[in-house]
């Protein structure tokens, strides 16, 4: 995977500016395995504003290049002078593997290093220095009664700015400052510069209460929020009652699973029907998992409505365990979600009850699905080491000592090692498993220089440091 940005700098003194984004990024899998393709892309970006920081989040599509991705980043005008930096870059497979880079790890030059563009300077003569006003606020305080069915109710929204109002939302919120907390955003129909009209929409199954408001408003750099008193001061509502029926719990009526079957590229599909009646409310959704005790991961699907209603219908689809995972005994569960932002997960006995087993044993999957793990190690005085957690491959040239102080790479005399067998062997080599590596450091480090460190992928954004099958390592502080 690699990381390229088109501008190393904007000037959005005079208006916004666009940074194009690409990611190469190439599917891996075991020996004898197909790659199942690259599923999805995204990029997070870190920028400054007038208070904090904020992030911007793209996600790519694929180019005319099947290994390149690309997007927009907007740089708006009025934002401060600076630098924007990509803070994370992530990628999923079409069997749901997931890798991300991410600057906040402390391996970070692994996923920066000189062949990654990750930062733009950001120039603008005249920024956004003050916040957004919001001047009115326009939505009736009459009691919402959703006992029969969904409400809507029309909003408006009046903001004022020095530069340019980027944005404003009108929430109402259920529970406010629980673990049920739901919120419920205008939907904006129309806009004429700091003018916003709009409806929000209240559903059924929410249970008696009230919904709290909040009213926000954003420009390049800086954001205004009104709640509670600071609302009602100026004569609008912070609150509305709420009349609603508790929504009930979706049940498992009946589960059924189909013999797994092995496909051509490695993976076993699960058929899996559930009957599932809501209780007198739609079921939003059904899902059905299997999980392997010491895995990194488990597999799902969300299965499709196939006959009767959400009211009380069957569900179907399949498990797709994917070639990489490893042999066992995986236990089944099944996630149900209803109106109201109700679950219900049915496990165990109730998976039995259901006419389901609750363990199914897949035997035919040879993959790995246990991530190495690499630790530093204690080594010899001008030395460093690194050991794992099982046998690797492709230590060098990924692994890079450097200055701790400066990032600089610091020059090697030896680097040798360690098998699984336990024999000590050259690490050009192509063919051992090693489980420790060791560097010598060609000259005295200078105590002003900072402390040796360790760098993965620093001279190059490739290949990566896989165990036997495929799994990237991953790093332990």
């Given at each position: 995977m690699s990381l390229s940005l088109s501008s190393t700098a904007v000037d959005v003194t005079a208006k916004s500016a666009t940074v194009g984004v690409h990611v190469h990024v190439v599917d891996l899998a075991a020996a004898g395995v197909t790659p199942s393709g690259v599923r999805s892309v995204k990029v997070s970006v870190d920028f400054r504003l007038r208070s904090g920081s904020a992030t911007q989040f793209l996600r790519l599509r694929p180019l005319s290049d099947p290994a390149t991705w690309g997007g927009n980043l907007v740089v708006p005008r009025g934002a401060l002078p600076g630098r924007w930096r990509v803070r994370d870059v992530s990628?999923?497979?079409?069997?749901?593997?997931?890798?991300?880079?991410?600057?906040?790890?402390?391996?970070?030059?692994?996923?920066?290093?000189p062949a990654w563009q990750t930062t733009v300077d950001v120039i603008d003569d005249a920024p956004d220095r003050q916040r957004p006003t919001i001047v009115d606020v326009s939505l009736s305080p009459v009691q919402v009664d959703t006992r029969a069915h969904r409400v809507t109710r029309r909003v408006e929204m009046r903001v004022r700015d020095d530069l340019a109002v980027r944005g404003a939302a009108l929430l109402l919120i259920h529970h406010y400052g629980s673990d049920q907390e739901r919120s419920f955003a205008t939907e904006w129909t129309h806009r004429r510069g700091g003018w916003f009209t709009g409806r929000v929409t209240v559903p059924r199954?929410?249970?008696?209460g009230s919904l709290v408001v909040h009213a926000a408003a954003w420009d390049a750099n800086s954001d205004s929020l009104l709640e509670g008193d600071r609302?009602?001061?100026r004569g609008w509502p912070s609150s509305?009652?709420?009349?609603s029926l508790e929504p009930p719990r979706p049940r498992l009526e009946t589960l059924s699973v189909g013999t797994p079957t092995s496909r051509r590229d490695g993976s076993i599909r699960i058929p899996v029907r559930a009957v599932v009646a809501g209780g007198g409310a739609a079921v939003k959704g059904v899902a059905a998992s299997v999980w392997r005790r010491g895995a990194t991961r488990g597999y799902s699907d969300a299965l499709t409505l196939q006959g009767g209603s959400r009211?009380?219908?069957?569900?179907r689809g399949a498990i797709v365990?994917?070639?990489?995972?490893?042999?066992?005994?995986?236990?089944?569960?099944?996630?149900?979600?209803?109106?109201?932002g109700v679950r219900r997960e049915v496990r165990g006995d109730s998976i039995r009850a259901a006419g389901a087993p609750q363990r199914i044993a897949l035997r035919d999957l040879a993959g790995d699905?246990?991530?190495?793990?690499?630790?530093?190690?204690?080594?010899?005085?001008?030395?460093?080491?690194?050991?794992?957690?099982e046998g690797v491959r492709d230590?060098?040239?990924?692994?890079?000592?450097?200055?701790?102080?400066?990032?600089?790479?610091?020059?090697?005399?030896?680097?040798?090692?360690?098998?699984?067998?336990?024999?000590?062997?050259?690490?050009?080599?192509?063919e051992a498993l090693v489980r420790r590596v060791v560097f010598v450091l060609a000259d005295p480090l200078d105590a002003d220089e900072g402390w040796p460190a360790m760098a993965l992928n620093r001279l190059v954004p490739v290949p990566q440091i896989t165990d036997a099958g495929g799994n990237p390592v991953e790093f332990v502080e």
């Open positions: 990628a999923r497979d079409w069997a749901h593997n997931f890798r991300s880079f991410s600057e906040q790890s402390p391996w970070a030059e692994s996923q920066s290093g199954w929410l249970g008696d609302l009602t001061r509305v009652p709420l009349r009211a009380a219908g069957s569900w365990v994917s070639p990489c995972a490893g042999p066992g005994v995986y236990t089944l569960t099944v996630d149900l979600r209803g109106q109201g699905d246990t991530y190495p793990r690499a630790f530093g190690a204690e080594a010899p005085e001008n030395s460093l080491a690194v050991e794992f957690s230590v060098l040239p990924a692994l890079t000592p450097v200055s701790s102080s400066t990032g600089d790479p610091l020059a090697v005399a030896t680097a040798t090692c360690t098998t699984v067998d336990g024999a000590v062997v050259s690490c050009e080599t192509d």
